[in-house]
């Protein structure tokens, strides 16, 4: 049972890229979420998602975009990257009121 | 804003009970209270939830009184490995939509 799980696990970018930060789940869970971590910080939602179809702003959303085209995948799209979103980006899903699960992380660096 | 207030760190001995508390003076008649650990350059692993009263799991037991606006999660006996980040987690009502918002956790330390 594979959980969550974001690709790439590390990446570097310079000034003004962007990427898709991929995140998948196989648990079949309606809600889906990403957050970002700055060292020794706590997690700050970016977004997340209800289910199919539906997104909505977390804290921090901000050069961030999403979609939620499937159950099962939420990427994070960042454009024109700033070394302010140097971060570790964690994905998680649940179902209901329960548990959150949390993927390995994605470990972002923008120079 | 059902915002979490927790102890910025802790420290501990190995073999002592650890109670941490977190308060959440605003949270929703139908939300659950959820308790994360972390460990550095990993995500968050779920320890325990509760709505109210006493739960207990193989790990941890979790204390909320009846007016919900507190929770101590309580670890026995730590050892060196329970060293981590833990935080309480509780819905917040944000732009008239309902958000899992982290607080700042609680850093544990284990000391021999």
């Known amino acids: 049972n594979a959980g969550v799980t974001q690709t790439p696990k590390f990446r570097i970018l310079k000034i003004g890229q962007s990427m898709t930060l991929q995140c998948t789940q196989d648990?079949?869970?309606?809600?889906m979420y990403w957050y970002r971590q700055d060292p020794g910080m706590g997690l700050k939602l970016i977004y997340y998602s209800v289910g199919a179809g539906i997104t909505d702003k977390g804290e921090v959303p901000n050069g961030y975009n999403v979609s939620r085209s499937t159950t099962e995948d939420f990427p994070l799209r960042l454009e024109l990257a700033a070394p302010s979103q140097t971060s570790v980006y964690f994905c998680?899903?649940?179902?209901?009121?329960?548990?959150?699960?949390f993927g390995e992380g994605s470990r972002l660096t923008v120079l | 804003l059902a915002k979490t207030t927790q102890p910025i760190s802790m420290d501990s001995y190995e073999g002592q009970e650890v109670n941490i508390t977190c308060s959440h003076n605003?949270?929703?008649?139908?939300?659950?209270i959820t308790w994360y650990q972390q460990f550095p350059s990993q995500g968050p692993r779920f320890i325990i939830q509760?709505?109210?009263t006493k739960v207990t799991n193989e790990v941890a037991s979790l204390f909320i009184p009846a007016d919900r606006k507190s929770s101590t999660l309580s670890l026995p006996r730590v050892s060196l490995s329970d060293t981590a980040v833990y935080y309480c987690?509780?819905?917040?009502?944000?732009?008239?939509?309902?958000?899992?918002?982290f607080g700042s956790g609680t850093r544990l330390l284990v000391r021999p």
């Open positions: 987690l509780v819905g917040d009502w944000m732009d008239s939509s309902y958000k899992l918002i």
């Open positions: 648990m079949n869970h309606n809600y």
């Open positions: 509760g709505y109210k």
């Open positions: 605003n949270i929703a008649t139908n939300d659950y």
């Open positions: 998680a899903s649940r179902k209901g009121t329960g548990e959150l699960f």
